[in-house]
């Protein structure tokens, strides 16, 4: 299994055992209600996901990266739906 694999599995088991769905996930992540996770948000739902705190920042940056359809460096909720999507829950 891949780094990337591993991580997405944790990420999937925080969502599966925590919350009732990937929205209220979000929602709880999303801490200043902006409807959208900004880089220091998405470290936190890495950290809950017991993801290496020397490899969150890298994590969150490549999550940024490859779903931040609309470029403002943020994921909001459809992008954060297109990620876990691909996870498969």
Same mark, same amino acid.
């Given at each position: 299994?891949?780094t ?13 055992n925590?919350?009732?769905?990937p ?6 992540? +999303?801490?200043? *209600? $902006?409807?959208?996770l !900004?880089? @220091? =948000?998405? %470290?936190?739902?890495?950290? #809950? ?18 779903? +931040?359809?609309? *470029? $403002?460096?943020?994921? !909001?909720? @459809? =992008?954060? %739906?297109?990620?876990?999507? #691909?996870?498969?829950l």
């Open positions: 299994m891949s990337k694999d591993q991580i997405l599995k944790k990420i999937e088991i925080l969502i599966t925590h919350f009732e769905s929205k209220n996930a979000f929602d709880f992540f +999303d801490e200043n *209600g $902006d409807k959208k !900004s880089k @220091s =948000e998405i %470290k936190n739902l890495l950290q #809950e996901a017991e993801i290496s705190g020397f490899i969150r920042g890298i994590v969150a940056s490549k999550l940024i990266e490859g779903y +931040d359809v609309d *470029g $403002d460096q943020l994921i !909001s909720w @459809s =992008e954060f %739906k297109t990620a876990i999507d #691909e996870i498969a």
